[in-house]
């Protein structure tokens, strides 16, 4: 199995966009308010890479892109994390073991950076459910899922890290946006795939703070 690379980071451009305004809505809750517009930015710089260097690895391009030109706290962790994977995927010879051994030390070198740790509210609280689910050799449908409720799972968490930390419980009943916006990589790659699996619209997981999914 060959995983089109640009493929998923396309479709997670796309699912930047549905998700857009609620990204944004999430993050005026408990942060800058600019998250969804960095990570659609980061995506939509990238695939704008993509067009014009169709040859290089799309995975790389993307977290150059990250390192480089995206702002905010997130954009230079996002970068961290698909440096990591395209250099998994360049070293390992099974793409699965790519991905699965990328995320690990994706999420490493976020962990040493922003010292965060499951349960801070963060999106380490998505990263480590989807590595947990790789490195054990699950399908990345799961590890989509498990993301996805990872980052579902921070509603219920009063945040221990970044400005979010200082709003106390006004996050209560909100997921994390970071962890949202990571959660949905997971969900483009499982998509591209292992395009069988069911996992849901952008629009019914990434629901508008104060809407039934």
């Known amino acids: 199995m060959t995983i089109d690379q640009a493929r998923v980071l396309r ?5 930047a966009h549905t998700a857009h305004e609620a990204l944004t809505a999430l993050d005026q809750i408990s942060g800058d308010g600019d998250f969804g517009d960095n990570l659609r930015e980061g995506l939509d710089l990238t695939v704008a890479a993509l067009d014009a260097s169709p040859y ?3 995975v ?3 977290g150059s892109v990250f390192l480089d030109q995206v702002g905010g706290t997130s954009g230079p962790l996002i970068g961290l994390l698909l440096s990591a994977i ?5 070293e390992e010879p099974d793409e699965r073991d790519g991905w699965a051994n990328g995320v690990r030390e994706g999420l490493a ?10 349960g801070d509210r963060t999106m380490v609280d998505a990263l480590v459910p989807a590595r947990d689910a790789l490195v054990g050799g699950e399908k990345f449908a799961d590890a989509a899922r498990a993301a996805l ?3 579902a799972a921070t509603a219920h968490i009063r945040a221990r890290r970044g400005r979010a930390s200082y ?5 209560l009943g909100t997921p994390d946006p970071g962890a949202t916006g990571v959660a949905l990589l997971f969900w483009a790659l499982a998509r591209v ?3 069988e699996a069911v996992l849901g619209e952008v629009g019914e997981l990434v629901p508008l703070p104060g809407t039934t999914p």
């Open 193 to 195: 795939a292992e395009p």
């Open 56 to 58: 290089e690895p799309a």
């Open 86 to 90: 395209s250099r998994s995927l360049a």
């Open 149 to 151: 409720a990872g980052a």
């Open 11 to 15: 479709l997670y451009a796309e699912a």
């Open 109 to 118: 070198a976020i962990q040493r950076v922003g010292e965060a740790e499951p």
């Open 60 to 62: 790389a391009v993307a």
């Open 167 to 171: 709003i106390g419980d006004r996050v």
